[in-house]
């Protein structure tokens, strides 16, 4: 019986090719872009999921205020020293420490910059980072320890064993390697290359130990709880430690926040969905693929099975009955299934290193794994369920004298729920289109952005050596062909990082005692160089006086409420000083994070770390040649590593932008799919008029009348999917939208394009057809029947 | 063998009610010929589905081989149907997917037949039917006359008791027409019980009693 089900079903899939071929490429696509989907999803709900202890760890912030609307994922480093040592729920604790400029490490020829990481020993006992040599309990064995990755230790040594080698830095120290690490995973929100030892930091501090300074916010620290214990407790008693140990009117009311550790890759401190938003939308997207193949293959099945009531009443005339009918198109969707997961799998092979580059993850997609098999077993279900059950039973059930005369209740052509399921279809694709050229516009905007100060054809670099003679270096550099300014700063403009309470100025509230300026320390050309705006003020006057000068933001000028600025004595680190000059608001951080207050000073021993170098574009090579030779005369011993500050932007976007395009991509095959259901329900429905379409020409209906017969049901759905659509997709996108402070709006013509959009597929796929049909030879079409 | 009493038969659309048969009520013995004749739309088909129990009746009394099956429920329906009746229309209704071998294979599908068991059947029948060489041919390559004789040989490869006929000649010229109607008279003289409606007094005259309908009603009964 089963042989006859399967040779059956593969009769009507040969016989009938277009249909076969559509539900096949139309399962199989799906299949394969939403287990891509799902891989994502599964690949980011799984970061920092790889500790063993992981649910009892916890990122430790310091938020101010009473709203919690300052919060930075630092600590100071006795705070994990005196937690441990005073709170029983707290088992253990690390500090880590991102040294953000580069060492030079040297073995024998080899010599490379890096980015060392200073950390607590326990950091592999609190975390379950693999050490493949050395002791995980004890892997430094002294204050000049050094554990390398696995890449960095085959840099360095190649096939040579590592342990025990002696890297040198630049100062002359030489670390001895105690241990070899795994490489980090890349689902780690902890990426480290090169650890050090924490206690390194503590020394030469004589005058000011660091296990005692309270008020240096730079480590993050880990806490690792006992079962049970409750993390707002723990944060609220860490915060009572610190005061106890500082007081002052500055944390009074300071508060730490425990965030989970597996929480650090999709949620921010306070719990906010960040990444899990993108998360939720890729679920749904993928949701929507699988939806939308479902209902195409539901659709052309039932429409198509009412094509088929002559051979099922046949088939009921000899002596089938409801179940063997039942099976036998159950065994034509099996078939059809098969085939598609089939194909499925071999797209998703083919595509999944190019999935890998551009979604830059590492995700691997293995037949053995549960989660694969489970989605293919939920469409199954829904497939079967839905589009083999449903004719199935519709097909089993009728009244097989009616049928050999073809009339089919429920199954007829003006099938009520068949234009159901297209308008829910086509309301998708067309949200889809929607969402897609918000969250284009929305990623331009952020691109096109004015950000307060320029970024084209401007690039940095480190300034290593060419702090050490600064003044000169810069004379010498703006003196160079194709270099139009050069500047400096402690920091990047972009994101900066450094901020303080240390702001006071005459008549400062009570409750303000808590105010938070972020800081950058600058040359005096900065703001000039960088084209950033003073609405007030003259700005620095290239004078020695000039150390005691500061410009501030809008933003600041606007929270501290000073009136008549320019000329106002404010204390900034207990040092007085004038405000010379009020600066336009500039984006100091991602688009995400409303401006915040800021005050640019000049102090060469803050570091000035990063040199700008603005040029244009006809002469941004030969500016680099040129900076690059002066390079090296100083920096001999770095690598010249620039970067043109618009990449830099470009990164600090660069998952928005992947998964921008990403949704694009799957937008467009959902969208495709959509159009592929819609051209086979039209071709059907195109094939079973033929015997009405020839009787109308004969009778002299024209071309253009013809069309309209057939397409005018299917445009008016998805005229009315429209409807539905648009005031969801407006729903949706601004809910999106709220994720980014500054950001676009949602304009009219975004809708009518998409409507025009969708529609002019729609109609493309509907009027081809259509048009098929209408110019096939009426004589033919009448014989056929 | 068929015992038909009262038979009220309505079809319902929105506006208008037919009444399609009329109190009838007729006698087949088993082993019998019968030829139901009558102008178009006088109810003919529609007594032959409920005959085959393809159809609901509204009202009256069928009995098959003494069993009461006017109440019958779709499943014991299908049952009685594939091990005692066998169809043929006047458009043959073939499977186009399926080859004339397989065609008539399909009651003994349905019947749980072992495999061996059909092919041995099968082939008997289409040797019988003259058709054998054609076993591998899908419907559409063959002759309308072709077509109909495996229509017969599948009706009649369960060895069903009794054969319902729409017009089976309807859509055959005279040639292909005796040839089918040869068939079937073979089959009754091997015990077949036949009802077969037709519009052709030449092929009633292979019957051995005719009913003549109108309107819905038996109007008169002659013996051949
Ligand atoms: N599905 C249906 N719905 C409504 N009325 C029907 C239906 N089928 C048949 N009828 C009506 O029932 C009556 C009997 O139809 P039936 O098909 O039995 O006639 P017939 O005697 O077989 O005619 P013909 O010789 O033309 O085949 C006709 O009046 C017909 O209009
Ligand atoms: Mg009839």
């Known amino acids: 019986m089963l042989r006859n089900y399967f040779k059956s079903a593969i009769r009507n899939l040969v016989k009938n090719k277009l249909y076969s071929i559509i539900n096949i490429i139309g399962l199989s696509v799906s299949l394969a872009a939403s287990i891509l989907l799902l891989l994502w999803v599964w690949d980011e709900l799984n970061f920092d999921k790889m500790h063993s202890k992981g649910d009892r760890i916890f990122r430790t912030a310091a938020a101010m205020g009473s709203t919690k609307d300052r919060v930075w994922e630092h600590t100071s480093a006795p705070l994990a020293i005196f937690g441990k040592e005073e709170l029983p729920e707290i088992e253990d604790a690390c500090r880590i420490q991102e040294y953000n400029n580069f060492l030079l490490f040297t073995y024998r020829d080899k010599k490379f910059n890096e980015k060392a990481t200073y950390v607590d020993p326990n950091i592999f006992t609190l975390f379950s980072f693999e050490l493949l040599e050395g002791n995980p309990k004890k892997p430094f064995t002294d204050n000049r320890s050094i554990i390398l990755n696995e890449t960095l230790a085959k840099k360095y040594f190649g096939s040579e064993p590592a342990i025990g080698k002696l890297l040198q830095i630049k100062n002359g120290d030489s670390y001895k390697v105690t241990g070899i690490m795994k490489d980090m995973p890349s689902n780690s929100s902890l990426q480290y290359d090169l650890l050090l030892p924490f206690d390194i930091l503590a020394e030469n501090r004589q005058h000011n130990p660091l296990n005692s300074d309270w008020g240096n916010f730079d480590y993050q620290t880990y806490f690792l709880l006992r079962p049970g214990a409750s993390p707002e407790r723990v944060g609220k008693q860490l915060a009572v430690i610190h005061r106890r140990n500082q007081p002052s009117d500055f944390f009074k009311d300071l508060i730490y926040l425990l965030q989970p550790l597996e929480k650090m890759h999709l949620y921010d401190v306070l719990g906010h969905e960040q990444g899990m938003r993108q998360v939720k939308i890729f679920l749904l997207v993928a949701f929507v693929i699988l939806l939308i193949a479902c209902i195409n293959y539901v659709n052309l099945v039932t429409a198509r099975s009412s094509r088929r009531s002559r051979e099922v009443s046949v088939r009921k005339v000899v002596g089938a009955n409801k179940s063997h009918l039942f099976w036998q198109f159950l065994t034509e969707s099996s078939v059809i299934f098969l085939l598609s997961i089939i194909i499925a799998i071999a797209l998703i092979f083919i595509f999944m290193p190019l999935y890998n580059d551009l979604s830059g993850k590492q995700m691997i997609f293995s037949l053995f794994d549960a989660k694969v098999w489970f989605l293919f077993g939920c469409t199954m279900i829904v497939i079967l369920g839905a589009a083999g059950i449903y004719p199935a039973l519709m097909l089993s059930k009728f009244n097989p004298a009616l049928a050999l005369k073809g009339i089919l209740p429920g199954l007829g052509k003006n099938n009520g729920f068949r234009r159901l399921l297209v308008i829910i279809q086509f309301s998708c694709s067309i949200v889809l289109i929607i969402s897609t050229l918000i969250i284009g516009r929305q990623l331009t905007y952020i691109r096109t952005a004015d950000l307060g100060y320029t970024k084209e054809s401007v690039f940095t670099f480190s300034a290593f050596n060419f702090t050490k003679n600064y003044e000169a270096i810069r004379d010498e550099l703006q003196r160079q062909p194709g270099v139009l300014g050069v500047t400096t700063a402690s920091q990047s403009v972009m994101n900066l990082m450094s901020s303080t309470g240390d702001f006071n100025w005459d008549g400062k509230p009570a409750n303000m005692s808590n105010f938070i300026i972020n800081q950058l320390s600058i040359d005096r050309n900065f703001p000039e160089v960088m084209d950033m705006k003073l609405v007030d003020g003259k700005g620095f006057t290239g004078t020695a006086a000039d150390s005691a000068h500061f410009i501030i933001n809008e933003t600041a000028l606007k929270q501290t409420g000073l009136q008549n600025p320019v000329g106002k004595t404010v204390t900034f680190h207990d040092q007085p000083g004038t405000i010379v000059g009020v600066v336009k608001d500039f984006h100091f951080k991602d688009m995400k994070t409303r401006i915040e207050p800021c005050i640019l000073f000049i102090n060469p021993y803050w570091g000035w770390n990063t040199i700008y170098i603005k040029t244009s574009g006809k002469e941004a090579q030969a500016a680099l040649n040129s900076v690059e030779k002066l390079w090296k005369q100083y920096n001999a011993d770095y690598e010249f590593n620039y970067k043109f500050m618009d990449d830099s932007f470009d990164e600090m976007y660069r998952s928005d932008i992947r998964s921008g395009k990403l949704f694009n991509l799957f937008a467009s095959i959902a969208i495709l799919l959509s159009c592929l259901g819609l051209f086979g329900l039209v071709t059907f429905t195109a094939e079973t008029k033929v015997k009405e379409i020839g009787i109308r020409k004969t009778l002299g209906a024209s071309v253009n009348q013809i069309i309209l017969l057939i397409s005018k049901d299917f445009l008016r759905l998805v005229g009315v999917s429209f409807l539905v659509a648009f005031p969801l997709a407006w729903w949706m996108m601004s809910k999106w939208l709220e994720n980014y402070v500054y950001r676009t709006n949602i304009h009219a013509w975004v809708f009518i394009v998409a409507g025009l959009t969708a529609f002019i597929i729609a109609a493309i796929t509907v009027c081809g057809q259509a048009l098929k049909a209408a110019q096939s030879n009426p004589v033919k079409s009448l014989r056929s029947e | ?224």
């Open chain 2, 1 to 224: 063998m068929i015992k038909i009493t009262e038979l009220q038969k309505y079809y319902r659309t929105e506006e208008v009610e037919t009444v399609a048969l009329n109190s009838l009520s007729i006698d087949v013995q088993k082993g019998e010929f019968v030829a139901v004749m009558g102008p178009s739309g006088c109810g003919k088909s529609t007594l032959l589905n409920i005959i085959g129990l393809l159809d609901d009746l509204d009202e009256g009394s069928y009995k098959f081989n003494d069993i009461e099956v006017a109440k019958f429920n779709e499943r014991k329906r299908s049952d009685l149907r594939k091990h005692n009746i066998g169809f043929v229309f006047q458009s043959f209704n073939l499977i186009d997917e399926l080859t004339v071998f397989e065609n008539v294979e399909l009651p003994l599908i349905y019947t749980k037949v072992p495999a061996a068991e059909r092919k041995k059947r099968v082939e008997e029948v289409l040797e019988k039917v003259q058709i054998m060489h054609r076993r591998n041919h899908f419907p559409q390559q063959l002759s309308g006359g072709q077509q109909q004789r495996v229509a017969v040989a599948r009706a009649v490869v369960n060895n069903p008791k009794l054969i319902l006929a729409d017009e089976p000649t309807g859509n055959l010229d005279s040639n292909n027409g005796n040839e089918v109607m040869q068939l079937l008279t073979e089959l009754n003289d091997q015990g077949t019980t036949i009802v077969m409606v037709t519009h052709s007094e030449h092929d009633a005259r292979y019957s051995d009693r005719i009913i003549r309908m109108l309107d819905g009603q038996v109007v008169m009964t002659t013996v051949g």
